[in-house]
């Protein structure tokens, strides 16, 4: 489903962070040549395995500015894996 052998650096605004079972979702608006936002659907670990890594559900929040590194989807859909988000004050949270 992702293609782990690519990797993309997205920088965007935070839509909505899904905390739930059995993946949590990140939502990221990102701004495209035209002025326009695309958004992207970013699929993540559990909630406990983020717990685990150091996450809290209200570390990442809707409205915050971040960006993110994924592996994205093999069909070319706006979407991936989460390997990271680094925060608008630098600190960076693993997902893997």
């Not at 809290?56 to 989460?82: Q, S, W």
Request: hydrophobic share 35%.
């Amino acid at each position: 489903m992702f293609d782990q052998k690519k990797y993309l650096t997205l920088k965007g605004v935070v839509r909505n962070l899904e905390w739930a079972n059995p993946h949590t979702y990140l939502y990221l608006q990102v701004p495209g040549k035209n002025g326009q936002t695309t958004l992207y659907t970013i699929e993540c670990s559990s909630p406990n395995e983020l717990s685990r890594w150091g996450w809290k559900y209200n570390m990442v929040k809707a409205g915050d500015a971040v960006t993110v590194g994924i592996f994205p989807l093999r069909n070319g859909e706006r979407g991936g894996l989460l390997y990271s988000v680094t925060l608008a004050n630098g600190t960076v949270l693993k997902a893997n």
